[in-house]
């Protein structure tokens, strides 16, 4: 069985994808790649990846915490970036929100992102023990 999931606390989708996947029992969860962007859907950040950065880690944070998920059940990243030198100046940021042992990364640049004044995309699966897990509403 497949769950899809909208947390309230995150920006709403504008498109044709869902916030979050539960595959399965529900213990994997697949997180749609976050972007910078606040509850209210704008751009948080223009021109500064630190604070891009932390934004996304936040709102996979929130995703997560919708199902029970805390940061430390990430077991995978994917980082999708414009400048991958202001991305490596942000590990500080990164450390904030993960400690070892950390997920396995993918990290790419790209020339853009669909919208120009975002820097970074990051999608990331988890893995949330059954004692912790929460089935969101279909």
């Given amino acids: 069985m497949i769950n899809r999931f909208n947390p309230p606390d995150v920006w709403s989708p504008f498109g044709a994808f869902s916030m979050g996947v ?9 997180l749609k790649g976050q972007v910078a962007l606040d509850d209210q859907g704008q751009i948080v950040g223009h021109g500064d990846m630190r604070v891009q950065v932390r934004r996304v880690l936040t709102n996979i944070q929130s995703v997560l915490g919708h199902v029970g ?20 100046s942000a590990g500080d940021v990164r450390a904030e929100f993960f400690s070892a042992p950390y997920p396995v990364t993918t990290t790419v640049e790209v020339s853009r992102l669909y919208d120009p004044e975002l820097m970074v995309e990051i999608t990331a699966i988890a893995e949330i023990p059954k004692t912790r897990f929460v089935r969101p509403d279909s």
Avoid at 22 to 30: K, L, R, T
Avoid at 69 to 88: E, K, N, P, R, W
């Fill in 22 to 30: 539960v595959q399965g029992d529900g213990h994997i969860v697949h």
């Fill in 69 to 88: 998920g805390q940061m430390g059940d990430v077991f995978s990243l994917t980082h999708y970036l414009t400048d991958i030198d202001a991305f490596m």
